[in-house]
């Protein structure tokens, strides 16, 4: 064998251990979905807990006879509802709410069954609109009351959001009273199922 045919025999031996290589290099692949996250889900059931304050004005009839007029109160609460949407943007939903309220003068619970209608705004910012009826207990006494107002809510994790609410509040007593009588602030962290 001469060394011409050896190294011809090499050269080829070694072209195609380069072919081979090079045929590896192409793998073929299919392209995987772009995963884009779904947002905060504002639907389902939801509980969480509040606090601020309720301003009672010097003409209202709520707490005539019972308190001072013009007083600022503490609000600890606690609040639990449902969510529904029915259409994107649009969320429409029911809650109830009890709220302790107290100040130098007195002390009493209220407890509302609510509606909210809202809408959202980007994934993690809900605006809505709140109304609802309830009553206001006192020390042998119960009063008829209504709120509206509206709030703010911002989720922060995938399941917690924050709300920021401020309603107006008037009593059904039939007097001719202001039809907001108190207003009332607060600020709440939500669990939300």
């Known amino acids: 064998m001469s060394v011409r045919a050896l190294l011809i025999g090499v050269s080829i031996a070694a072209l195609g251990s380069v072919a081979a290589q090079a045929a590896d290099l192409i793998i073929p692949t299919t392209p995987e979905p772009i995963y884009e996250a779904a947002g905060f889900d504002w639907e389902g059931l939801y509980?969480?807990?509040?606090?601020?304050?309720?301003?009672?004005?010097?003409?209202?009839?709520?707490?005539?006879?019972?308190?001072?007029?013009?007083?600022?109160?503490?609000?600890?609460g606690v609040a639990a509802g449902?969510?529904?949407?029915?259409?994107?943007?649009?969320?429409?939903?029911?809650?109830?709410?009890?709220?302790?309220?107290?100040?130098?003068?007195?002390?009493?619970?209220?407890?509302?069954?609510?509606?909210?209608?809202?809408?959202?705004?980007?994934?993690?910012?809900?605006?809505?609109?709140?109304?609802?009826?309830?009553?206001?207990n006192r020390t042998g006494f119960n009063q008829?009351?209504?709120?509206?107002?509206?709030?703010?809510?911002?989720?922060?994790?995938d399941s917690i959001s924050v709300r920021g609410e401020l309603v107006g509040q008037g009593d059904f007593d039939g007097a001719a009273d202001p039809f907001f009588e108190t207003a009332k602030a607060t600020v709440g962290v939500y669990y939300h199922f």
Not at 49 to 60: L, N, P, V, W
Not at 144 to 153: I, P
């Open 47 to 76: 509980v969480g807990a509040r606090a601020g304050g309720q301003f009672t004005g010097s003409d209202a009839s709520l707490y005539a006879g019972y308190a001072p007029v013009s007083l600022t109160s503490g609000v600890l």
């Open 82 to 136: 449902v969510n529904f949407l029915p259409m994107d943007p649009l969320l429409v939903g029911v809650e109830v709410t009890g709220d302790y309220i107290w100040n130098n003068s007195f002390s009493t619970g209220e407890f509302f069954a609510n509606l909210r209608a809202g809408a959202v705004v980007t994934d993690s910012v809900l605006v809505y609109a709140i109304g609802g009826v309830g009553t206001n």
């Open 144 to 157: 008829g009351v209504y709120q509206l107002g509206g709030g703010v809510e911002l989720a922060v994790t």
